[in-house]
C-alpha cells in the first residue's frame, strides 16, 4: 500500500520540539513501575516480563521509543490459570514508560488519548476514571464472544503507565481495571520516594 | 525469523497514524488512531526472549526423536499428548533438550549423496534466536543438529543473533546456509553464508572484513593466524554508527540463495572482501567492490545468488542481489534489483521504483542457468502485489519486473480491526493473524522455483502464494494459490486453489453486516484504503479453514510439491476452547497439521499474450479450469472489494492431489511465547536435482521430503512451576519435524500420515505436565 513519507516532514519537526520538567523517577526503577504477581493475585501467571519491545507499540502513535525524552519502558502480562467464564480478566497488561520529564510524561499520555479516543471493537465508550495525576480510560467489545476490554492510561510525575484488561463481558468490570491501575500507581509512587 | 526497526521509521509510523487521526477527524469518519498502512517493520522483527530465558527446569516434552542418541535421565511418565505425538513417522529434526522453540524451516538434498538432507530452522536453544542446522545422511531417519558459527567482527565480537534460514546445495554437493545476522543491543547486522563439505556437519565461520587503513587484509579479519578467508561468507553487513539500538542504520531482513550454473558467456568472478555500505552505493557515496584474482581451487560448479531486503530511508525495504562464484567466500557488490513499473507507481517513489518490497526468493533453471527472483510488493494503492524479475547474464542486469498477481492481505485480521485479543497477548497490532489464534501470518514470504529440465521446459517457472482473498477481517480462509508462466516469467496463468477443501468467497449476502459494512464481501468492515477496519462490518461466517506458509519445489520429472501448514481437519474445536478461550471465536480452523499437494508437468507450450482469457490447452497442466491467462489484466492491479480470479473455484475439478503429511493437529497457541510466533515459512524438497552416485530419496526419485514447525511438544504453562511459568522456558515450545513422501501423481503413499483428522482434545488443551518442575539439586 502507498505510504505516506513526504506528507510527514512537518510533523517530524514539531514532535522533536517538545520537552518537560525534571524527573522525579529514576529509569533504574522502571521495571519496578508494573503490576507484579503478588498484586493481580495467585490466580494470574506472568506469561511475559521484560522491556518493552517493538511489537509492544507497533502501529500506535506511541511507536516511536525516543519519543518526547523517553528513556525507557518495562511491561508485565499475566494470564489467569482455571476457568475461563470465572470472574475477573483473563488477561491483564501493564506498562510503564519513563521521560526525561513531566512534559514528555504528558505528551504520552496525550498519545494514549488519541488511542483511546476511538477503538477496534464494538461500544466504544470513555470512562472516567482518576488515577495518577492525569487519566485517561476506555472500554469497548470485540465482536464474535463479546471480549471486553478496558483500558486505563494515567501520568504521574515523569511516568506513564497503563493498565488493560480483557476477559468476556460481564465476568470482567471496571472496578477490576481501577483496582489494577490504583495497585500499580501505588507501585509508581513509591518508587517515586 | 525476526528483526528490528529502524528509528527513524517508527517514528515515521507514529507520525503516519497522527496524521492519519488527524485526516479522520477533518473528515468526520471516525477512524481507528493507527497508521493508515501495511506495517512497515522488518517482518521478521525481534521475537525474542526477554530476562535471557533462563533454563530453572530441566524437562518438557520431547516426543519424535528418533535412534539411539543419548538421553538424559527422565523418570517422569509421557501425558496422553506426547503419546500420541510418538505414534506416527514424523521424525523430530531438532535433537536438543533445551524446551525452546524452533520454527521457520529451510530444506535442501544433496544432489550428489541423496541421501544427505540439511535443514535450516530458527532455533531458540541458546535462550535467544540463533540459526540452526539439521543433517542427515540416512534419507532423515535420524539427524545430527547444532548451531551455525556466527559471524565474526574485527572487533572481536560475534554477531550471535541469527534467524532467516535458507539451505542450499550445488551440485558439487557443497552446501551452503544463509541467514541474517544482528545484535541484539545496536543496529549492526547483515547477511552472511556458511558452508559445508561435510554434509552440513561442521559449517564454515564467516568472517567480516572491514577496511581500516590495514594493508594487510589477512589482518583484517582476526588477526595473524585467522586461517580463514577474509570476508568469507560476508554477502552484506552494516556497522551501526552509534552503538544504541535505534535504527539508525539500514536494517538487513529476509534472504534467500540458491545455485545454479553461470551461464554461456558467463564467466567466475571475485571480489575485494572489504564490505560496502549499500545504502552508501545507491546514495553515490561509495564505490563498488573491486574484481580480484580468484583463489586457487575455489571456484564452485555453480554461481550463489542471494537476496535480501534492506530496510532504509530509501525504501520500505528494498531487495538487492548479490553473487558469488566462489563457494561464498567473496560476494559481488549488492544490486539493487526490484525494479520499476507502472504497477509501482502509487509507491511514489522515484521513477515508479518498485521499493517497498519483502520476501524474495531467487531460482534458477539448472539448464541454462536464467535466474528468476520472486517477492512481494507494496507500492500498491491497496492490495500488495507479488512480482518476478529474470536475469539471463548471471545476476548483471535483470528485466523490469512482472507482476503476477494481487495479493489479497489487506483483509487479514489484526489488532487494528478488531484482533486485541491478541495484542492483549503481545502481538503487533498491525501484524495479520489467523481465526482463533495470535501466530503471526503476514503473508509475506511466498515461492518461486524454476523448472529443472531443460528445452521446452527452461522458460517455465512456477509460483505459489497464500492470501485471504477468500476470508474476511473477522473470518481468515488462507488460501493457497499456483501460478506458472511459460514464457520465461513474463506473463502468468492462474490463479489455481492447490489446496482442495471447502473454500467459500465472501459475498455481500455472507459477509456484509447490515450495519457498518463500509467496504462489502472480501472487504467487508475495512475502512476505505486501510488496513484498519472494524471487524463488526462483516458477518460471523466460516469460509473455509486456513493454508498458509506453502513452499514449492518441482523435481526433475517435473513433479510440482506443494507444502503447507492447513487447519482444515480441525472441523470440531469449539468457541472458546483452546488454551486462549477469548481468542477461540470460530468451531474448528484452530489445530494446524502439515500438508503436501502434487500435481505432475509433462508437457508445455509457451503462453505469451497482454490480454487475459482462458488457458491454452497445452499449457493447462496443473491450472484449474477456472484459472485465466493475466489475472491481473482481469482485475486490474486495484481490484475492487467483489469477485476475483480465485474465488468460487471447484474443489472437484482442482489439479494438486493433496494428502496430509503430519500425524497429529498441534496447536500453535503453544509454539512461542503465548502464541504469538511460528516462524513465517515452511519447507520442502523434491527428489534429486542432477543424477547423483547414490540411491535418490526413496527409489524412484519422485520422492520428496518436507520439514516444518510443530508444536506437539508445547504445554500450556501452568502455575506455579517457575517464576515466571507462562513464558519459555518450558512448556511453550515448537520443534522441527520432517517426513517423506511421494510426489508421483499416481501414488498414495502420503508419508504414512496416521490420525484420525478432528481437534484431538489432547492437543486443544495441553496442560504443562505435573511432573515438569524444578526437582532440586541431585533429585530426578
Same mark, same amino acid.
Given at each position: 500500500?502507498?505510504?505516506l513519507?513526504?506528507?510527514?516532514?512537518?510533523l517530524?519537526?514539531?514532535?522533536?520540539g517538545?520537552?518537560?520538567?525534571?524527573?522525579t523517577i529514576d529509569k533504574?526503577?522502571?521495571s519496578?513501575?508494573?503490576?507484579?504477581?503478588?498484586?493481580?493475585?495467585?490466580?494470574?501467571?506472568?506469561?511475559?516480563?521484560?522491556?518493552?519491545t517493538?511489537?509492544?507499540?507497533q502501529g500506535?502513535p506511541?511507536?516511536?521509543?525516543s519519543?518526547?525524552?523517553?528513556?525507557g519502558?518495562?511491561?508485565?502480562?499475566f494470564?489467569?490459570v482455571g476457568p475461563?467464564k470465572?470472574?475477573?480478566?483473563?488477561v491483564?497488561e501493564?506498562?510503564?514508560d519513563l521521560?526525561?520529564g513531566?512534559g514528555?510524561?504528558?505528551k504520552?499520555l496525550?498519545?494514549?488519548?488519541?488511542?483511546?479516543?476511538?477503538s477496534p471493537?464494538d461500544e466504544?465508550?470513555a470512562l472516567?476514571?482518576s488515577?495518577?495525576?492525569e487519566?485517561?480510560?476506555?472500554?469497548f467489545?470485540?465482536?464474535?464472544q463479546?471480549?471486553?476490554?478496558?483500558?486505563?492510561?494515567?501520568?504521574?510525575?515523569?511516568?506513564?503507565?497503563?493498565?488493560?484488561?480483557?476477559?468476556?463481558d460481564g465476568?470482567?468490570?471496571?472496578?477490576?481495571?481501577?483496582?489494577l491501575a490504583?495497585?500499580?500507581?501505588?507501585?509508581?509512587?513509591?518508587?517515586?520516594? | 525469523?525476526n528483526?528490528?526497526?529502524l528509528?527513524?521509521?517508527?517514528?515515521?509510523v507514529?507520525?503516519?497514524?497522527?496524521?492519519v487521526?488527524?485526516?479522520s477527524?477533518?473528515?468526520?469518519v471516525?477512524?481507528?488512531?493507527f497508521?493508515?498502512?501495511?506495517?512497515?517493520?522488518?517482518?521478521s522483527?525481534v521475537?525474542?526472549?526477554? +530476562?535471557?530465558g533462563?533454563?530453572?527446569?530441566?524437562?518438557c516434552?520431547?516426543?519424535g526423536l528418533?535412534g539411539?542418541?543419548?538421553?538424559?535421565?527422565d523418570?517422569?511418565?509421557l501425558?496422553?499428548?506426547?503419546?500420541k505425538?510418538?505414534g506416527?513417522?514424523?521424525?523430530?529434526?531438532?535433537?536438543d533438550?533445551?524446551?525452546?522453540p524452533q520454527?521457520?524451516?529451510?530444506?535442501? #538434498? &544433496?544432489?550428489q549423496?541423496?541421501r544427505?538432507?540439511i535443514?535450516?530452522?530458527?532455533?531458540?536453544?541458546?535462550?535467544?534466536?540463533?540459526?540452526?542446522?539439521y543433517?542427515? =545422511?540416512?534419507?532423515?531417519?535420524?539427524?545430527?543438529d547444532?548451531?551455525?558459527?556466527f559471524?565474526?567482527?574485527p572487533?572481536?565480537?560475534?554477531l550471535d543473533?541469527?534467524?532467516?534460514?535458507?539451505?542450499?546445495f550445488d551440485?558439487s $554437493?557443497?552446501?551452503y546456509?544463509?541467514?541474517?545476522?544482528f545484535?541484539r =543491543?545496536?543496529?549492526?547486522?547483515g547477511?552472511?553464508?556458511n +558452508?559445508?563439505t561435510?554434509?552440513?556437519?561442521?559449517?564454515?565461520?564467516?568472517?567480516?572484513?572491514?577496511q581500516?587503513?590495514?594493508?594487510?587484509?589477512?589482518?583484517?579479519?582476526?588477526g595473524?593466524?585467522?586461517?580463514?578467508?577474509?570476508?568469507?561468507?560476508t554477502?552484506?553487513?552494516?556497522? /551501526? *554508527?552509534?552503538?544504541?539500538?535505534?535504527?539508525?542504520?539500514?536494517s538487513h531482513?529476509?534472504?534467500?540463495?540458491t545455485?545454479?550454473?553461470r551461464?554461456?558467456? #558467463?564467466d567466475?568472478?571475485?571480489?575485494?572482501?572489504?564490505?560496502?555500505?549499500?545504502?552508501?552505493?545507491?546514495?553515490g557515496?561509495? =564505490?563498488? %567492490?573491486t574484481?580480484?584474482?580468484?583463489t586457487?581451487?575455489?571456484?564452485g560448479s555453480?554461481r550463489l545468488?542471494?537476496?535480501?531486503?534492506l530496510?532504509?530511508g530509501?525504501g520500505?525495504?528494498?531487495?538487492f542481489?548479490s553473487?558469488?562464484?566462489?563457494?561464498g567466500r567473496?560476494w559481488?557488490?549488492?544490486?539493487?534489483?526490484?525494479?520499476?513499473?507502472a504497477?509501482?507507481a502509487?509507491?511514489?517513489?522515484?521513477?515508479?521504483a518498485?521499493?517497498?518490497?519483502?520476501?524474495?526468493?531467487?531460482?534458477?533453471?539448472?539448464?541454462t542457468?536464467?535466474?528468476?527472483?520472486?517477492?512481494?510488493n507494496?507500492?500498491t494503492?491497496d492490495?500488495?502485489?507479488?512480482?518476478?524479475?529474470?536475469?539471463? /547474464?548471471?545476476?548483471?542486469?535483470?528485466?523490469?519486473?512482472s507482476?503476477?498477481d494481487t495479493?489479497?492481505d489487506?483483509?487479514e485480521?489484526?489488532?487494528v480491526?478488531? +484482533?486485541?485479543?491478541?495484542?492483549?497477548?503481545g502481538q503487533?497490532?498491525?501484524r495479520?493473524?489467523p481465526?482463533?489464534?495470535?501466530?503471526?501470518?503476514?503473508?509475506?514470504?511466498?515461492?518461486?522455483v524454476? /523448472?529443472k529440465?531443460?528445452?521446452?521446459?527452461?522458460?517455465?517457472?512456477?509460483?505459489?502464494?497464500?492470501?485471504?482473498?477468500?476470508g474476511?477481517?473477522r473470518?481468515?480462509?488462507?488460501?493457497?494459490?499456483?501460478? %506458472?508462466?511459460?514464457?520465461?516469467?513474463?506473463t502468468?496463468?492462474?490463479?489455481?486453489?492447490?489446496?482442495?477443501?471447502?473454500s467459500?468467497?465472501p459475498?455481500?449476502?455472507n459477509?456484509?453486516?447490515?450495519t *457498518?459494512?463500509?467496504?462489502?464481501?472480501?472487504?467487508?468492515g475495512?475502512?476505505?484504503? =486501510?488496513i484498519?477496519g472494524t471487524?463488526?462490518?462483516c458477518?460471523e461466517? *466460516?469460509?473455509?479453514?486456513?493454508?498458509?506458509?506453502?513452499?514449492?519445489?518441482?523435481?526433475?520429472?517435473?513433479?510440482l510439491?506443494v507444502?503447507?501448514?492447513?487447519?482444515?481437519?480441525?472441523t470440531?474445536?469449539?468457541?472458546g476452547?483452546?488454551?486462549?478461550?477469548?481468542?477461540k471465536?470460530e468451531?474448528?480452523?484452530y489445530?494446524?497439521?502439515?500438508?503436501?499437494?502434487?500435481?505432475?508437468?509433462?508437457s508445455?507450450?509457451?503462453?505469451s499474450q497482454?490480454?487475459?482469457?482462458?488457458v491454452?490447452?497445452?499449457?493447462?497442466?496443473?491450472?484449474?479450469?477456472?484459472?485465466v491467462?493475466?489475472?491481473?489484466?482481469?482485475?486490474?492491479?486495484n481490484?475492487?472489494?467483489?469477485?476475483v480470479?480465485g474465488q468460487?473455484? &471447484?474443489?472437484?475439478?482442482l489439479?494438486?492431489?493433496?494428502?496430509?503429511v503430519?500425524?497429529v493437529?498441534t *496447536?500453535?497457541?503453544?509454539?512461542f +511465547?503465548?502464541?504469538?510466533f511460528?516462524?513465517?515459512?515452511s519447507?520442502?524438497?523434491?527428489?534429486?536435482? #542432477?543424477a547423483?552416485?547414490?540411491?535418490p530419496v526413496?527409489?524412484? $526419485?519422485f520422492?520428496?521430503?518436507?520439514?516444518w514447525t510443530?508444536a506437539?511438544n508445547?504445554?500450556g504453562?501452568?502455575?506455579?512451576?517457575s517464576?515466571?511459568p507462562?513464558?519459555n522456558?518450558?512448556?511453550e515450545?515448537s520443534?522441527?519435524?520432517?517426513d517423506?513422501?511421494?510426489?508421483?501423481?499416481?501414488?498414495?503413499? &502420503?508419508?504414512?500420515?496416521?490420525?484420525?483428522?478432528?481437534?484431538?482434545?489432547?492437543f486443544?488443551?495441553?496442560?504443562?505436565?505435573?511432573?515438569?518442575q524444578d526437582?532440586?539439586?541431585? %533429585?530426578?
Open positions: 500500500m502507498r505510504r513519507a513526504l506528507l510527514l516532514a512537518p517530524v519537526l514539531v514532535a522533536a517538545c520537552g518537560g520538567g525534571g524527573a533504574q526503577r522502571l519496578s513501575l508494573v503490576l507484579t504477581r503478588q498484586a493481580v493475585g495467585n490466580r494470574y501467571a506472568p506469561f511475559y516480563s521484560g522491556a518493552q517493538q511489537l509492544d507499540t500506535t506511541r511507536a516511536d521509543p519519543r518526547f525524552g523517553r528513556e519502558g518495562w511491561i508485565t502480562r494470564h489467569r475461563p470465572a470472574p475477573g480478566p483473563l491483564v501493564s506498562r510503564a521521560f526525561d513531566s514528555g510524561a504528558g504520552d496525550g498519545l494514549y488519548r488519541e488511542m483511546y479516543s476511538s471493537g466504544h465508550k472516567s476514571v488515577v495518577g495525576d487519566s485517561v480510560a476506555d472500554t467489545v470485540q465482536p464474535g463479546r471480549v471486553r476490554f478496558y483500558r486505563i492510561a494515567w501520568r504521574y510525575e515523569n511516568a506513564t503507565a497503563a493498565v488493560t484488561a480483557e476477559g468476556f465476568k470482567v468490570t471496571q472496578r477490576d481495571a481501577v483496582r490504583q495497585s500499580q500507581q501505588r507501585r509508581i509512587e513509591r518508587a517515586a520516594r | 525469523m528483526r528490528r526497526r528509528g527513524f521509521l517508527t517514528l515515521f507514529t507520525l503516519a497514524g497522527l496524521l487521526f488527524w485526516a477527524a477533518a473528515s468526520g471516525p477512524e481507528p488512531p497508521a493508515d498502512d501495511e506495517d512497515t517493520t522488518p517482518t522483527g521475537y525474542d526472549f526477554s +530476562r535471557g533462563g533454563t530453572n527446569l530441566t524437562e516434552p520431547q516426543a528418533q539411539n542418541n543419548p538421553q538424559p535421565l523418570k517422569r511418565s501425558d496422553a499428548t506426547e503419546r505425538s510418538n506416527g513417522s514424523d521424525t523430530r529434526v531438532n535433537q533438550y533445551s524446551c525452546m520454527d521457520e524451516t529451510a530444506l535442501d #538434498v &544433496n544432489p549423496a541423496t544427505n538432507i535443514g535450516g530452522a530458527n532455533d531458540y536453544r541458546l535462550g535467544w534466536g540463533t540459526s540452526g542446522f543433517a542427515s =545422511t540416512d534419507n532423515g531417519k535420524t539427524w545430527y547444532g548451531i551455525t558459527p559471524p565474526s567482527l572487533s572481536g565480537d560475534n543473533g541469527g534467524g532467516d534460514p535458507a539451505i542450499v551440485r $554437493g557443497v552446501a546456509y544463509a541467514q541474517i545476522n545484535n =543491543t545496536d543496529d549492526t547486522s547477511v552472511w553464508v +558452508r559445508s561435510n554434509g552440513g556437519f561442521t559449517w564454515t565461520r564467516p568472517c567480516v572484513a572491514i581500516q587503513g590495514a594493508a594487510d587484509q589477512q589482518g583484517a579479519c582476526g595473524a593466524g585467522d586461517v580463514r578467508q577474509p570476508g568469507d561468507g554477502v552484506s553487513f552494516q556497522q /551501526d *554508527n552509534d552503538t544504541v539500538l535505534n535504527g539508525s542504520v539500514p531482513d529476509k534472504e534467500w540463495i545455485a545454479g550454473p551461464p554461456a558467456g #558467463v567466475p568472478q571475485c571480489f575485494s572482501p572489504f564490505a560496502v555500505s549499500t545504502i552508501a552505493l545507491a546514495a557515496t561509495a =564505490t563498488p %567492490k574484481t580480484v584474482p580468484c586457487p581451487g575455489t571456484i555453480d545468488y542471494v537476496t535480501f531486503s530496510f532504509s530509501a520500505s525495504a528494498q531487495i542481489l553473487y558469488s562464484d566462489d563457494q567473496t559481488s557488490t549488492p544490486k539493487f534489483i526490484a525494479g520499476a513499473a504497477f509501482c502509487p509507491g511514489g517513489r522515484p521513477g515508479n518498485c521499493d517497498d518490497s519483502q520476501g524474495s526468493q531467487p531460482t534458477v533453471n539448472p539448464n542457468g536464467q535466474l528468476w527472483v520472486g517477492f512481494l507494496g507500492d494503492e492490495e500488495d502485489q507479488y512480482l518476478v524479475v529474470t536475469s539471463v /547474464d548471471g545476476g548483471q542486469t535483470f528485466s523490469p519486473p507482476r503476477v495479493i489479497y489487506v483483509n485480521p489484526r489488532g480491526n478488531g +484482533r486485541s485479543d491478541c495484542t492483549a497477548r503487533g497490532s498491525t495479520a493473524v481465526t482463533n489464534s495470535c501466530f503471526r501470518f503476514d503473508p509475506i514470504m511466498h515461492s518461486i524454476a /523448472d529440465r531443460g528445452g521446452a521446459f527452461a522458460n517455465d517457472v512456477y509460483v505459489a502464494i497464500y492470501d485471504n482473498r477468500n474476511t477481517i473470518d481468515s480462509n488462507n488460501d493457497v494459490f499456483f501460478y %506458472k508462466s511459460t514464457d520465461g516469467g513474463t502468468w496463468i492462474g490463479p489455481t486453489r492447490v489446496n482442495n477443501d471447502r467459500d468467497a459475498t455481500a449476502a459477509a456484509n453486516a447490515a *457498518n459494512a463500509r467496504q462489502g464481501a472480501r472487504d467487508c475495512r475502512n476505505n484504503g =486501510t484498519a471487524q463488526s462490518g458477518l461466517n *466460516n469460509f473455509g479453514a486456513d493454508q498458509f506458509f506453502p513452499w514449492l519445489t518441482i523435481d526433475t520429472k517435473g513433479n510439491n507444502s503447507f501448514m492447513d487447519r482444515r481437519l480441525d470440531d474445536s469449539p468457541v476452547a483452546g488454551a486462549w478461550p477469548t481468542s471465536t468451531v474448528g480452523n489445530l494446524v497439521w502439515y500438508w503436501g499437494a502434487s500435481c505432475r508437468i509433462s508445455t507450450t509457451e503462453v497482454t490480454t487475459t482469457g482462458s491454452p490447452a497445452g499449457a493447462s497442466q496443473c491450472v484449474a479450469p477456472e484459472a491467462v493475466n489475472p491481473t489484466v482481469a482485475t486490474g492491479f481490484p475492487a472489494p467483489g469477485a480470479p468460487g473455484q &471447484n474443489p472437484a475439478t489439479p494438486f492431489r493433496n494428502f496430509q503430519s500425524d493437529g *496447536n500453535y497457541d503453544y509454539s +511465547r503465548a502464541g504469538i511460528a516462524g513465517d515459512y519447507g520442502n524438497t523434491s527428489g534429486p536435482i #542432477v547423483g552416485p547414490d540411491t526413496g527409489d524412484n $526419485g520422492k520428496a521430503g518436507a520439514f510443530d506437539r508445547g504445554r504453562s501452568g502455575a506455579p512451576t517464576i515466571e507462562g513464558r522456558p518450558i512448556c515450545q520443534d522441527v519435524f520432517f517423506t513422501y511421494n510426489i508421483d501423481s499416481q501414488s498414495n503413499n &502420503n508419508g504414512g500420515a496416521k490420525g484420525n483428522g478432528h481437534a484431538d482434545e489432547d486443544l488443551v495441553a496442560p504443562c505436565p505435573p511432573g515438569i526437582k532440586g539439586a541431585g %533429585k530426578h
